[in-house]
């Protein structure tokens, strides 16, 4: 049963900040790129971070470059995204992700709302 669940999003104004947590279970997670992506009403969903089995390798879109920290705890199967230095721009729905090549799989989450408004 493959699950993953995320938490964390909220109301936060312009130069706040927000951790966003997504718990997995059900798949080989330290085996699993994880990746955070986002939907902002009438905008196409949006890759924003991705992080590598290990940790050792992330990658963010330039949008959110030193603002935005990707990271996992493979102990834990969890995968967290830190947000500083919000701004409206920001706001969308969150959803984390789960894909493996070599396994052939692509799990979603149902996604968090993040809303960054003064």
């Known amino acids: 049963q493959v699950q993953l669940v995320e938490s964390g999003g909220g109301l936060v104004q312009p130069g706040g900040s927000l951790r966003l947590s997504c718990a997995a279970s059900g798949f080989t997670f330290s085996r699993s790129v994880m990746r955070w992506y986002r939907q902002a009403p009438g905008k196409e969903r949006e890759l924003v971070a991705g992080?590598?089995?290990?940790?050792?390798?992330?990658n963010y879109v330039d949008s959110v470059k030193g603002r935005f920290r990707i990271s996992r705890d493979n102990a834990k199967s969890a995968v967290y995204l830190q947000m500083n230095s919000l701004k409206p721009e920001d706001t969308a729905v969150y959803y984390c992700n789960a894909v493996s090549s070599i396994y052939q799989y692509n799990y979603w989450g149902q996604g968090t709302q993040v809303t960054v408004s003064s």
């Open positions: 992080i590598s089995g290990t940790g050792g390798n992330t």
